[in-house]
């Protein structure tokens, strides 16, 4: 179960997140799937490094098969030192990188 908490005020928000990550393993004495429970995963990331921006992961979050903590930190790799002057603005810069992203891979691989 994954505990995620986010504070705002007029000054700022706080955000929080448990580490504890559960996964599917494959038991190769039985061959049977078991839960493998991880406490080190990284539910909150950093959008940008030039930007008090971040996002907060839950459950198995990925898109077209890629986890969303890779998206993001080669998202914010790209970016740079770009910055936006609104969240709403960062949020749609996010979305429409990753789905050129994925249109592109898309062709590139004949699916469409």
Same mark, same amino acid.
């Given at each position: 179960? +994954?505990?995620?908490?986010? &504070?705002?005020? @007029?000054?700022?928000?706080? /955000?929080?997140?448990?580490?504890?990550?559960?996964?599917?393993?494959?038991?190769?004495? +039985? !061959?049977? @799937?078991? $839960?493998?429970?991880?406490?080190? !995963?990284? @539910?909150?990331? #950093? %959008?940008?490094?030039?930007?008090? /921006?971040? &996002?907060? /992961?839950?459950?198995?979050?990925?898109?077209?098969?890629?986890?969303?903590?890779?998206?993001? #930190?080669? =998202?914010? @790799?790209? %970016?740079?030192? $770009?910055?936006?002057?609104?969240?709403?603005?960062?949020?749609?810069? %996010? %979305?429409?990188?990753?789905?050129?992203?994925?249109? =592109? *891979?898309?062709?590139? *691989?004949?699916?469409?």
């Amino acid at each position: 179960m +994954t505990v995620v908490v986010g &504070v705002l005020n @007029k000054k700022g928000v706080a /955000i929080a997140a448990d580490s504890a990550t559960t996964n599917d393993m494959m038991n190769n004495a +039985t !061959g049977e @799937k078991e $839960k493998k429970v991880v406490n080190s !995963g990284n @539910k909150m990331l #950093r %959008l940008s490094d030039k930007m008090p /921006i971040g &996002v907060m /992961i839950v459950g198995s979050a990925q898109l077209s098969g890629i986890p969303w903590d890779v998206l993001i #930190r080669w =998202y914010r @790799k790209q %970016l740079g030192d $770009k910055t936006f002057s609104s969240v709403e603005e960062a949020a749609h810069d %996010l %979305l429409d990188t990753i789905n050129n992203c994925i249109r =592109y *891979s898309s062709t590139r *691989s004949g699916s469409n």
